[in-house]
């Protein structure tokens, strides 16, 4: 007696709502990650408001690539062991924060100072650095999502649609500046 493997004909949901929902979301949550890209759209006219030196600025600058780009083990590790959600928690406390320090320090000026302080500078520093171990977290959590949301045969598809979110992210926010 011969023994027959059953499989399955049903159509496979791969285009189904829940996973359409996953995707769209987690290519807006790569767009929002993606903001360091625009920091050179609104520098100068952080340098120019804060009297801040381009030497400063770079700084500043780099100091959010550094934090993209030195957390990736960290979030990387923290997806793995215990998911998506506590980075992508992190992200939105950490860009919240980041930009919102960044934020009240333009609205504030520098007063009658002829240049910013180094408290004021070391504070645009972290608030730079938070920005970026926010984008490094939030893309680390919606690729994950996406990545386990998609069967083999299209997850490098869909992960790379969240990946060219979180690259055209500045296009995305110098096109609604610009509206």
């Not at 360091?36 to 009297?51: D, F, K, M, V």
């Not at 062991?81 to 939105?92: Q, V």
């Not at 007063?111 to 939030?138: E, I, K, P, R, Y």
């Amino acid at each position: 007696m011969q023994s027959e493997t059953v499989k399955s004909t049903a159509p496979s949901k791969l285009l189904s709502v829940p996973r359409i929902v996953t995707l769209l979301g987690s290519i807006l949550v790569s767009i929002g990650s993606g903001t360091n890209y625009i920091y050179s759209a609104y520098a100068p006219q952080l340098g120019a408001r804060l009297h801040v030196s381009h030497t400063q600025l770079n700084v500043i600058g780099l100091a959010g690539n550094m934090g993209v780009y030195s957390s990736g083990p960290v979030w990387g590790r923290i997806v793995d062991t215990k998911g998506p959600r506590i980075p992508l928690i992190g992200a939105f406390f950490l860009l919240l924060v980041g930009y919102s320090g960044i934020k009240k320090m333009y609205d504030d000026g520098i007063g009658d100072a002829s240049t910013v302080s180094a408290l004021h500078f070391a504070v645009l520093v972290l608030c730079g650095f938070m920005t970026g171990l926010a984008g490094n977290a939030g893309l680390a959590a919606a690729a994950n999502t996406t990545a386990k949301s998609f069967p083999d045969s299209s997850r490098a598809t869909t992960t790379g649609l969240v990946f060219s979110g979180f690259g055209l992210s500045a296009f995305w926010f110098s096109t609604i500046a610009h509206v």
